[in-house]
């Protein structure tokens, strides 16, 4: 007998446990505690969670890319649209594709990042200074408490 049929349903019952391990690990329960409810070790429940956390990410990361994709069509459609006004000068058009581009632009990261410099009064490094804690709290205590 082949090793995929010695034990029917294991590839289902392996299955169901992740899905309870990473339910009860969304729940705050510990790995120890979970394993200990659903009967495996402690590294079996770290992989069940992982290994859901993985597949969750694939989903996620395969949607995103779906969405981008009927983004970018949208984009075009509207691109096409207005493109042969633009061609002919109309500035109103011309204005609409700079924006269609920009919001493809940002759509697929294209833009560099915008670095922003924060500085203090005329252009000077700004003082950091260490604070108390109780600086932040105290004002948010109700009266007559110290600390």
Sequence with gaps: M???????GAKEEQAERRVKAFELSKAGASYRQIGAQLGVSVATVHKDVT???KKLNEQTLELASLMR???TERLDTMLLGVWPQAKRGDVAAVDRVL???ERRAR???LDMPIKQEITGKDGGAIKIMPMDYRELILPLAPEGIDE
């Design 2 to 8: 082949s090793r995929n049929n010695a034990n029917p």
């Design 69 to 71: 994709a009927m983004q």
């Design 107 to 109: 759509l697929w990261g």
């Design 99 to 101: 924006r269609i581009e």
């Design 51 to 53: 290994t859901v956390l």
